[in-house]
Antibody, heavy 118, light 108 residues
Framework: EVQLVESGGALVQPGGSLRLSCVGS????????MNWVRQAPGKGLEWVSY????????YYADSVKGRFTISRDNAKNSLYLQMNSLRAEDTAVYYCARDATSWSFGPWGQGTLVTVSS | EIVLTQSPGTLSLSPGERATLSCRASQSIRSSYLAWYQQKPGQAPRLLIYGVSTRATGIPDRFSGSGSGTDFSLTISRLEPEDFAVYYC?????????FGQGTKLEIK
């Protein structure tokens, strides 16, 4: 069974940093592109970042560019999101999602909550 | 950036009825990179449709997608109780992914 499990969410002060992790199992992690998608409380979905198989092609949403860094360690079946200079508007559940066909997302992890507040 | 606008915001229907959800793009979506997701309260989204009209693995055939260019739709032929949820469309273009704001499908 394909599984994605996120961790690392926490309460952090504005301007602080946090690193999220996502571990994949049940599939060949290195064969899939990966993404982070977030959802603010009571709001819709917002794509955050994409990384290809080897980490050589990366995209970011304008709202996080220059503050967030996506990376992966295929030997550990792991995806990461380093988040710096956090703002209140970064408060959200962060999901990791495997690339599906035709630039879609599936499956998704259960999400990890990041709260940015003083 | 391509903006996706979903309508209606909320759709109230009864089980057994047909639902049609709309997703309109601010510019033409190339190469059919349009997908639909279902999200239930407290759960992660689930991929329903990719490539405009292809059902993802395990998705019942009462779900269908169609459209081209800037206008797309998701149709649920006969609503089951478990279909009441929020639905999002999503596209990829110019190294960016965007989602629509969602349509809430509620029981009438």
């Amino acid at each position: 069974e394909v599984q994605l499990v996120e961790s690392g969410g926490a309460l952090v002060q504005p301007g602080g940093s946090l690193r999220l992790s996502c571990v994949g199992s049940g599939f060949t992690f290195s064969s899939y592109e990966m993404n982070w998608v977030r959802q603010a409380p009571g709001k819709g979905l917002e794509w955050v970042s994409y990384i290809n198989f080897w980490g050589t092609n990366i995209y970011y949403a304008d709202s996080v560019k220059g503050r967030f860094t996506i990376s992966r360690d295929n030997a550990k079946n792991s995806l990461y999101l380093q988040m710096n200079s956090l703002r209140a508007e970064d408060t959200a559940v962060y999901y990791c999602a495997r690339d599906a066909t035709s630039w879609s997302f599936g499956p998704w992890g259960q999400g990890t909550l990041v709260t940015v507040s003083s | 950036e391509i903006v996706l606008t979903q309508s209606p915001g909320t759709l109230s229907l009864s089980p057994g009825e047909r639902a049609t959800l709309s997703c309109r793009a601010s510019q033409s979506i190339r190469s059919s990179y349009l997908a639909w997701y279902q999200q239930k309260p407290g759960q992660a989204p689930r991929l329903l449709i990719y490539g405009v009209s292809t059902r993802a693995t395990g998705i019942p055939d009462r779900f269908s997608g169609s459209g081209s260019g800037t206008d797309f739709s998701l149709t649920i032929s006969r609503l089951e109780p478990e279909d009441f949820a929020v639905y999002y469309c999503q596209q990829f273009g110019n190294s960016r992914f965007t989602f629509g704001q969602g349509t809430k499908l509620e029981i009438k």
